[in-house]
């Protein structure tokens, strides 16, 4: 098992573009997020889903968009990317069971904006 | 207000003696869950406890358990013996239940063992 792979690890961006971080996970979980984490600082979610076609805005969503079209991916878009996006991203997933709610993450995809 | 309050920025705990890591917690859900996480300066985030809002006991993993006060909002992390590999941030996360997953995380402690 693989657990959760982030692609890329490392991305420069300048202001405005746009692009996509990858996040795959094979552990068949059906709970996937998407958090930041800025420079001193705990994560904060920015979207979640609960299962393939079925997501939901975090604490952060502004300017941020997701999907889920199957149950291994949920990748992360950024449109008209700002300074102020600069952060480690992570992607998790759980099984979502009860008892069972640990978080598997990915190991963060370094981003800046300039 | 905080979801999730660290009130210790930074602590220092001598080799083999046992460390509190301080988590205050804030929400109006019944039902919600509590989490620590490591995170070491390589930056990956490692799963430590859980412990459920309807649990009656504290929960234990090994070296780590955490100090359940319900009432008085607080989920404390406790490591024994602690280790120079225990050195990193801790992050206490809460998730609120109901029909949506929203998770928070405070803004951590940072562990060093000193020799």
């Known amino acids: 098992n693989a657990g959760v792979t982030q692609t890329p690890k490392f991305r420069i961006l300048k202001i405005g573009q746009s692009m996509t971080l990858q996040c795959t996970q094979d552990m068949n979980h059906n709970y996937m997020y998407w958090y930041r984490q800025d420079p001193g600082m705990g994560l904060k979610l920015i979207y979640y889903?609960?299962?393939?076609?079925?997501?939901d805005k975090g604490e952060v969503p502004n300017g941020y968009n997701v999907s889920r079209s199957t149950t291994e991916d949920f990748p992360l878009r950024l449109e008209l990317a700002a300074p102020s996006q600069t952060s480690v991203y992570f992607c998790a997933s759980s099984s979502g069971l009860a008892a069972d709610y640990e978080q598997y993450f990915g190991p963060g995809t370094r981003l800046t904006v300039t | 207000a905080q979801k999730i309050t660290q009130t210790q920025p930074g602590m220092f705990v001598q080799e083999k003696e046992a460390v509190t890591l301080d988590c205050t917690y804030d929400?109006?859900?019944?039902?919600?869950?509590l989490f620590w996480y490591k995170q070491p300066s390589s930056g990956e985030m490692i799963f430590l406890i859980y412990q459920g809002s309807y649990d009656q006991q504290n929960a234990t993993e090994g070296r780590y358990s955490l100090n359940f006060q319900k009432a008085r909002k607080s989920a404390n992390l406790v490591i024994s013996a602690s280790q120079l590999g225990d050195s990193a941030m801790y992050f206490c996360?809460?998730?609120?239940?109901?029909?949506?997953?929203?998770?928070?995380f405070g803004t951590g402690t940072s562990l060093t063992v000193i020799p």
């Open positions: 889903s609960v299962g393939a076609g079925i997501t």
């Open positions: 929400t109006s859900d019944p039902s919600y869950g």
């Open positions: 996360a809460m998730r609120e239940g109901g029909t949506g997953n929203q998770f928070y």
